[in-house]
């Protein structure tokens, strides 16, 4: 009994040296340069992880903002209620533009100024 000879183009790909070979590494070296490039993108790219990272960041400060623009808004709100009160009013018309109630007098005190010679 003899060995028969498979024909030429069905033992291609048992042949390292093959054309078939050949073009199957070609295709996962692209299938591996395609990988790596998203890869990449997925890390560096613009919804990337360091995108990501960059938005978060940046997300708490807005947050951290509007928080202390809430707590001033409400500071504000009730310094504005409280200047609603009469007596606020007055002590802010005293202490700010000196003004008196009428049958006050007003008194103003300076200091004596301090002689040269001293005291013995």
Known sequence: ???????????SAG???T???????KGYLILFF???LLAVDAVFGDKGLFALRRARREHDEVALGLIRARQ???RLRE?????????VVEEIARRELG??????????????????VPSR
Request: charged share 25%; glycine share 8%; proline share 13%.
């Open 1 to 11: 009994m003899r060995a028969r000879k498979p024909p030429s183009g069905s033992s």
């Open 15 to 17: 042949n390292p040296g």
């Open 19 to 25: 054309p078939a070979r050949q073009r199957r590494g």
């Open 34 to 36: 395609l990988a790596a």
């Open 72 to 74: 001033e808004n409400a």
């Open 79 to 87: 310094e504005v209620q409280r200047l609603y009160e009469p007596a």
């Open 99 to 116: 003004l008196i109630k009428p049958g006050e007098i007003l008194f103003i005190v300076k200091d004596a100024p301090q002689s040269s």
